[in-house]
């Protein structure tokens, strides 16, 4: 494994896309994005999840823009009145989201203080998200607004004093999402004396964080909640003394969060391919409390895949992708047979994927702030039988010939837990079996 | 400070990139925040052309000093022409945060390009400001970029040409626009010299003044480079909107004249076309008089599609126009008075939910407008059509709307529209029931755009459960 830093300009889908994707997914959270007639501008044209097709626009009533007026900079508090009118229109919201950015802070807006009002007003919870604040290292990713709105998130959890660690965990925090587990065995499990896991991320796909729960249920891991729950109320107490477990590779921001409220932040595998899937339980479970030993089940799970892995043997594929999640996706596939030739990362934290990029294969190499015309370059030059592509290159890379899968088709299928490993395997068999098909007409 | 559901335009730096990507051999720098790009996903996924979009982000700062990371913009800039040796012009695009930061353009000169051994032309939008819009950026834009290649003296084709000043990309069925109007003078005997700024090259745009006359297609983005070759070049402009077949012949009538054709070798163009292709007029005659009577239209977009639809409209198909409206305010006085003379009620807004009232207040039958006015006919349940810019339709066969075959295909579609309206049986019962005054309280508080669609909602549930008022919890129930 070699990483190369190509200090290009990566061609990477502005994170502000996400806005209606997540209003969608925090059903009952009203987000608000605040800044110049281009932050509106990009999160109506771009559709929720950016694929080569045509932009849907549909207009959603929990997300509303506050268009500042660049001449007359905003008065303390008249951002806040906006926002608490809109509200005061929408039935059942537990939750807003700010989303001021470089703009709004140049125009003079103190979103902080803005979204302090907002909740003392409401009564609610809000939380300003920055999707322009600087990560440290150059570069952006298409997923930076999740990252920050689930930064903002753990911020907004309830506090963990140590006096709740003698206590057991308040019965009504817990629910949502896992709520259909919770229950279950629990007095017996809470007996083991576990620490408290909050697990942290799959927002695109709620689903596949029901298979991770549901095997750290079954490894006698005490989950008291996710973030993002179900609604966007449910927020689990995080603290001192409660265990994070990160499910993606973009969420650095939000591991940050949580480590500042003295959260212990697990440090191991993303739960995405079947190692990652087994070593991420160990681990949870390690730190958490009980131990656990998923070898055989991750045994099992490899030879369920065989079948799969077999298809995809030997098949070389690009990632040109622009979420974040390129690397434990490769490292999956090299594991599962395929060649990864080039993994591209517009920005990569090092520290944090520090066990990512340990586990990844010695044949991949990784490619930080590629150019995307370089990348186009190398792409034509190695003709890999799938490229993972950001959208900007997608449409050129088809017609140069290549076949093209966007980063965002498999985040959405759900890429955790043992099942998710075979639907990202499912979903490349299906690209290649619908090219070869297509190939086979005589035009 | 204003609270919008939505907006109409993007920001100066997207009509900046639109006006650019719509020409050969330009290339644009954008200077921007990391996070801000997005034109490259569009332009992909709106042309699929499988061109890359020609576009480079410039990251505002991010550059660390001294190495040779993007970011230095007037290094970036000398670097566009390194990669893309064919330019022939850079145009910079900033975009409003980096506006808003104060940073001076830097004072640089382009190295020369290895193909032409000369150095493109730099085009730096030095009247970018956070307040001037998407459609008046690319206006300018285009203006600037015509300044700097157009050469003055003046040599005419000998044959009589016109250029074509059309929308620039992501309009809806831009190309075809341009084709439909290259028939059609094609068929008065005018040739087309440049069309601008769709596939054009700088080369196009040095040529500009060889042609008798200016064809304005799309007045929002020609303007200004029209006028300047209007008062430096002495170069006549045709501005009637080629809508409608009365728009269509007219501008084809004064391009024959600026062009020294015989007005009776016109006429006769005119009418071949309006025997074979022009269907509006003969669908306008076919129908009974009763199909017209009293249908209201509300029509919002643009100007030259607004305008041009709604004159179409009220006078050769006998619609009512009962609304309409322009999003783009530095037009107002050009817009109202041509509005006026087709509608009473002329109007500029560019908040949705305000244009969504509009709309709703006017009671119409049709409604002909933008992407983001699908959900208020929606919501009245009434017949829409996407004509008006911007629209999410990007299809790979554009259908004309101006010129005769345009008049066919508008024709078409309000054939469709105002056909399956008339059929709809009258019934709508529970359109009268009577409303509780806290369940008003509740339905006032949802924005104008979804009112509609709520209130039906309300009504039909209402009827499910054989009430005869609609209450509050009913509303509610209704909502879930």
């Given amino acids: 494994m070699t990483i190369l830093n190509e200090s290009g300009a990566s061609d990477v889908l502005s994170p502000l896309h996400a806005v209606n994707g997540l209003a969608e997914r925090l059903a009952s959270a009203l987000v608000v994005v605040v800044g110049t007639r281009a932050e509106a501008h990009i999160a109506q044209s771009l559709p929720t999840a950016p694929s080569p097709t045509l932009p849907r626009t549909s207009l959603n009533p929990r997300v509303a823009f506050v268009v500042l007026d660049p001449e007359e900079p905003p008065q303390q508090g008249r951002v806040a009145s906006r926002v608490i009118e809109t509200a005061a229109g929408l039935r059942g919201t537990e939750l807003v989201l700010l989303v001021a950015g470089r703009s709004a802070e140049l125009l003079g807006l103190d979103a902080e203080f803005e979204a302090r009002l907002v909740a003392r007003r409401l009564d609610l919870p809000c939380a300003a998200v920055n999707p322009d604040a600087s990560y440290g290292s150059p570069g952006a990713l298409s997923t930076d607004l999740e990252d920050r709105v689930l930064a903002s998130l753990v911020a907004a959890c309830p506090e963990r004093k140590t006096s709740d660690l003698l206590e057991n965990a308040s019965p009504t925090k817990r629910g949502g999402l896992l709520s259909g587990f919770i229950g279950r065995g629990r007095d017996e499990v809470r007996a083991g004396r576990s620490r408290p896991v909050v697990l942290l991320g799959a927002s695109t796909s709620p689903e596949s964080a029901r298979e991770i729960y549901a095997h750290l249920d079954r490894a006698r891991v005490d989950v008291v909640g996710s973030v993002p729950g179900e609604r966007a109320g449910d927020l689990p107490a995080l603290g001192e003394g409660t265990v994070v477990a990160v499910m993606d590779p973009n969420l650095t921001a939000a591991a940050r969060a949580a480590e500042e409220r003295g959260a212990r932040v697990v440090r191991t595998l993303m739960p995405i391919g079947v190692d990652g899937t087994a070593r991420f339980i160990q681990d949870v479970a390690a730190e958490a409390g009980p131990r656990a030993n998923e070898q055989s089940r991750a045994r099992a799970a490899w030879k369920g895949l065989e079948p799969l892995r077999n298809r995809i043997r030997g098949k070389r594929i690009f990632f040109a992708g622009d979420t974040g999640f390129e690397v434990p996706l490769a490292r999956f596939l090299a594991d599962a047979g395929a060649v990864v030739l080039e993994v591209g990362a517009p920005r990569l934290d090092k520290r944090f994927l520090a066990t990512e990029i340990q586990a990844l294969g010695p044949d991949v190499d990784v490619v930080e702030s590629p150019d995307w015309r370089g990348q186009i370059g190398r792409i034509d030059a190695a003709r890999p039988d799938v490229v993972v592509a950001s959208p900007g290159i997608h449409v050129p890379l088809v017609a140069r010939g290549h076949l093209c899968r966007s980063p965002r088709d498999f985040l959405e299928s759900g890429v955790h837990g043992y099942e998710g490993a075979r639907r990202i395997l499912e979903l490349l068999v299906r690209t290649f079996e619908r090219a070869e098909a297509l190939d086979s007409v005589n035009l | ?480």
């Avoid at chain 2, 022409?81 to 409003?96: D, F, G, K």
């Avoid at chain 2, 000369?118 to 300044?147: F, I, M, R, S």
């Avoid at chain 2, 709809?424 to 508080?445: Q, T």
Wanted: glycine content about 10%.
């Fill in chain 2, 1 to 480: 400070m204003r609270l919008l559901r939505g907006v109409y335009e993007g920001p100066g730096s997207h009509g900046i990139l639109r006006v650019a990507a719509s020409m050969r051999g330009v290339h644009a720098v954008l200077r921007a925040l990391p996070s801000e790009g997005y034109f490259p996903a569009l332009y992909g996924a709106s042309e699929r052309s499988g061109e890359a979009a020609p576009v480079t982000l410039s990251p505002l700062g991010e550059s660390q000093g001294g190495s040779w990371e993007p970011g230095d913009l007037a290094r970036d800039l000398s670097n566009v022409v390194r990669r893309h040796p064919e330019t022939e012009a850079v145009i910079l695009a900033r975009s409003e945060v980096a506006l808003l930061s104060g940073e001076p353009i830097p004072e640089t000169s382009l190295p020369e390009s290895e193909e032409t051994g000369q150095p493109p032309k730099l085009v730096t939008c030095e009247w970018e400001a956070p307040d001037v819009g998407e459609t008046e950026a690319a206006n300018l834009a285009l203006e600037n970029l015509v300044k700097a290649h157009a050469q003055s003296r003046r040599e005419r084709s000998p044959a009589p040409t016109v250029n074509l000043f059309g929308p620039p990309v992501f309009a809806p069925a831009a190309a075809a626009e341009y084709a439909e109007a290259e028939r059609l003078l094609a068929l008065i005997g005018v040739g087309v010299n440049a069309r601008v700024p769709l596939g054009a090259s700088a080369g196009d745009l040095g040529r500009l003044t060889r042609a008798w006359a200016n064809v304005l297609l799309y007045r929002e983005v020609g303007e200004s480079a029209t006028l300047y070759l209007q008062d430096e070049c002495g170069m006549q402009r045709v501005t009637t909107p080629m809508l409608g077949a009365a728009g269509t012949g007219a501008a084809l009538r004064t391009v024959g004249e600026l062009c020294h054709l015989s007005p009776k070798k016109v006429q006769q163009a005119v009418w071949a076309e309006l025997a074979r292709t022009a269907k509006l007029p003969w669908y306008a005659r076919l129908h009974k008089p009763e199909t017209f009577r009293d249908r209201r239209v509300a029509i919002f977009g643009d100007v030259t599609y607004p305008l041009g639809l709604g004159y179409a409209l009220a006078r050769e198909v006998g619609l009512e126009v009962v609304a309409c409206g322009t999003y783009l305010g530095h037009l107002e006085r050009d817009f109202l008075f041509h509005a006026h003379t087709f509608t009473d009620e002329a109007f500029v807004e560019d908040d949705p939910e305000e244009v969504a009232a509009r709309i709703e207040a006017s009671e119409p039958d049709l409604v002909v407008g933008t992407h983001l006015e699908e959900g208020v006919a929606d919501s009245l349940d009434i017949p829409f059509l996407p004509f008006c810019a911007p629209t999410t339709y990007s299809p790979f066969v554009g259908r004309p709307l101006m010129g005769y075959t345009g008049s066919s295909v508008l024709a078409d579609a309000l054939d469709g529209a105002l056909g399956l309206t008339e059929e709809e049986p009258e019934v709508l019962e529970p359109a009268g029931m009577p409303w509780a005054d806290d369940a008003l309280d509740e339905l006032a508080g949802i924005p104008p755009f979804l009112r509609g669609r709520a209130r039906r909602l309300a009504e039909e549930r209402a009827h499910e459960l054989g009430s005869e008022e609609i209450s509050r919890e009913i509303f509610l129930q209704s909502r879930l």
